[in-house]
């Protein structure tokens, strides 16, 4: 820790309302919000605060909720962090409340897995790779959703289509060059 930082991390917290006293250093997340209040004309436009999914879940509060969570992707009932192009302005905000009530996290945060040293580790090794496999393939199915496949189960690798009758609503090649994405999404 040196002198800057901890000057850095002095100013912020009594810049920042809310940010905890005994913060002693600086930090990328709290000098991002600085900037955006010090400096509002220069870097608000340039900058999107995520607000669509938690930035970091813990996998013991996530992982087992994954697999319901899928099940509304499949049935296209919940999508956080895709509007789509062609929803009605009252649709939209239904979804941005939705939203706000049901935010999925965009990384799966696995600490206190420890795999490299099991006897520092606050939970077994199988269970931690179980949990890995699941929040890994649940990632993996909001990718290759876009192309009409999904995991048969988020504890196997193995993928089926989820196009039926050659009909699909997933987006061809050019709507997704054309940053169009699916009409359902």
């Known amino acids: ?3 800057c930082n901890i000057v850095a991390g002095e100013l912020l917290t009594q810049s920042l309302v809310g940010r905890p006293q005994k913060s002693e250093t600086d930090d990328d997340q709290s000098a ?3 900037l955006l209040i010090t400096q509002t004309a220069k870097w608000a436009e340039r900058v999107f605060l995520e607000n669509t999914y938690f930035l970091h879940g813990y996998w013991t509060e996530w992982v087992d909720k994954f697999e319901e969570m899928m099940m ?3 049935e296209k009932s919940y999508r956080p962090g895709l509007l789509g192009g062609d929803q009605e302005e009252e649709q939209l905000q239904n979804q941005q409340q939705q939203q706000r009530q049901q935010r999925w ?3 799966t945060n696995f600490v206190g897995c420890n795999l490299c040293s099991e006897s520092a580790a606050d939970y077994p090794v199988k269970q931690c790779v179980k949990q890995m496999e699941k929040a890994f ?3 993996d199915n909001q990718i290759l959703d876009i192309y009409g496949f999904q995991h048969k189960s988020l504890e196997r690798s193995d993928v089926q289509s989820t196009k039926t009758n050659g009909n699909s609503d997933h987006p061809t090649k ?3 060059e054309a940053g169009g994405g699916s009409s359902n999404a």
């Open 137 to 139: 393939n649940f990632g």
């Open 1 to 3: 820790m040196t002198f």
């Open 174 to 176: 050019e709507k997704l």
């Open 32 to 34: 991002l919000v600085y």
């Open 72 to 74: 509304m992707m499949m």
């Open 105 to 107: 996290p965009l990384v």
